[in-house]
Nanobody, 122 residues
Framework: QVQLVESGGGSMQTGGSLRLSCAAS????????MGWYRQAPGKQRELVAV???????IYADSVKGRFTISKDNAKSTLYLQMDNLYREDTPVYYC????????????????WGQGTQVTVSS
């Protein structure tokens, strides 16, 4: 029932910025947390950031101080503002709804979408 569509990825130089968006349907942001995740080729999916239904943000240590997660409840849209990009920030980014535990990387409500590719180079 839940549908998630990511957009906003692209190519950027190190130190640059990108803003990702996730358009959601079939889920209420006032009742569920939403998160951003990323996965590089051959690696496990990892948590980037989560925002709770009340607006509290949780970040991976690797992105603290550089990325900002936000949401528009009325538009059912999740955002990720990425500043001061590193080459290590290059993977595919996905959004989803964590089930049970905010920091989970294995238990989610929605299906995984196509994601949006971020490529950072010098």
């Amino acid at each position: 029932q839940v549908q998630l569509v990511e957009s906003g990825g692209g190519s950027m130089q190190t130190g640059g910025s990108l803003r990702l968006s996730c358009a959601a349907s079939g889920i209420s942001f006032t009742m569920h947390a939403m998160g951003w995740y990323r996965q590089a080729p051959g690696k496990q999916r990892e948590l980037v950031a989560v925002i709770t239904s009340e607006g509290r943000a949780i970040y991976a240590d690797s992105v603290k101080g550089r990325f900002t997660i936000s949401k528009d409840n009325a538009k059912s849209t999740l955002y990720l503002q990425m500043d001061n990009l590193y080459r290590e920030d290059t993977p595919v980014y996905y959004c989803n709804t964590p089930r049970g535990q905010f920091r989970t990387t294995t238990n989610f409500v929605g299906p995984w979408g196509q994601g949006t590719q971020v490529t950072v180079s010098s």
